[in-house]
């Protein structure tokens, strides 16, 4: 077997692995694991096909940011295992087995179709020298990014600003303040009041601070 | 064919590809745990992106390439919302079961 088989093939087994134990696993937190599992494969993947900086970029963003940002919400939230098994339309379950029976069948079955043209290059080569040069690949997808995508680009820093304005105002607290329960209330006004007194302290020890210090 | 001469050919990475995104897919359906649920779309889009690649050396384009930065910004972005939305939802109430937020009035 050549090289690329076998790393195929071991890359195929962790990422396909790692999906289905993000499926079935009963605890989030080993399902955010073994997400990362399956992520790590995808690079591998990505490297086995010539495309080195997306392989990078996924372990950065995938593996490093949006995974980590997961188990960060489940430690905020606490780890829930007990799901609820009551299916609230009948057979679900089933149901949701057969449909993706179905849709792997309709996958296949669609990929067949004249509608995959198979068309040649248009927005640069991954592997032609371009202008006489021997580009690398990060080179190669610059080129195309900053020209034929730059205003693709450029829409996309408006919807992460977007994003992230969006997410502070959903996890604001300040705007639900009249709901929350009591205990929770009265926790805060706890903290609140500790928070004070220690500033308190801060401030007459800073003032003792200023009579030594002439 | 011997497995000595075994080629790994575009349509190898495209069937991990399909049964990736079966596979999320399958487990949004199943799961009721919305962290969980998330992750499955997270398993959809990297299928998409892993059919991307493939083309893009399949067919030595390299605009396939470029699109799965956007399609990691898209992620990202759908990521720090969702998680927003989770939170405050279990602000309101405890567990983090889809069944139990299907009214948009809480």
Redesign the interface.
């Known amino acids: 077997m050549t090289v690329e088989a076998v790393l195929f093939f071991f890359a195929a087994a962790l990422a396909l692995g790692g999906a289905v134990g993000v499926v079935l696993g009963r605890n989030p937190v080993h399902c955010a694991l073994l997400l990362v599992v399956t992520l790590v494969a995808v690079a591998i993947f990505f490297l086995l096909q010539e495309a080195q900086l997306v392989a990078a970029v996924q372990i950065i963003v995938y593996a490093g940011a949006i995974v980590v940002l997961f188990l960060f919400v489940i430690m905020l939230l606490g780890v829930d295992k007990d799901e609820s098994l009551r299916d609230p339309i009948p057979y679900q379950r089933p149901a949701a087995v057969a449909l993706g029976a179905i849709l792997l069948a309709e996958i296949f079955v669609l990929a067949g179709r004249t509608w995959a043209t198979g068309a040649t290059s248009v927005r640069g080569s991954v592997r032609r020298r371009v202008d006489g040069q021997d580009l690398g690949n990060i080179q190669r997808v610059a080129r195309t990014l900053f020209t034929d995508f730059l205003w693709a680009f450029e829409l996309t820093a408006v919807l992460l600003v977007i994003a992230v304005v969006g997410a502070v105002v959903l996890a604001r607290r300040s705007g639900q303040r009249a709901q929350l329960d009591e205990h929770e209330q009265a926790i805060e006004e706890q903290i609140t009041e500790a928070e004070l007194s220690e500033a308190a302290e801060e401030e007459e020890e800073e003032e003792e601070e200023e009579v030594v210090m002439p | 064919m011997s497995?000595?001469a075994?080629?790994?050919t575009p349509n190898?990475?495209?069937v991990?590809g399909?049964?990736?995104?079966?596979?999320?897919?399958?487990?949004l359906?199943?799961?009721?745990?919305v962290?969980?649920m998330?992750?499955?779309v997270?398993?959809m889009l990297?299928a998409a992106?892993?059919t991307f690649?493939?083309f893009?050396?399949?067919?030595?384009?390299?605009?396939g390439?470029?699109i799965?930065?956007?399609t990691?910004?898209?992620?990202?972005?759908?990521?720090?919302?969702g998680?927003?939305?989770?939170?405050?939802i279990?602000?309101?109430r405890r567990?983090?079961?889809a069944?139990d937020v299907?009214l948009l009035k809480g």
């Open positions: 497995l000595a075994l080629d790994i190898y990475y495209l991990v399909a049964l990736l995104f079966t596979i999320g897919a399958v487990g359906l199943l799961r009721r745990n962290l969980v998330f992750m499955c997270e398993l990297n992106n892993l690649v493939t893009s050396r399949a067919l030595n384009d390299i605009g390439q470029v799965v930065f956007f990691l910004v898209v992620a990202a972005a759908e990521v720090a919302v998680l927003a939305i989770i939170v405050a279990f602000r309101r567990g983090a079961t069944d299907r």
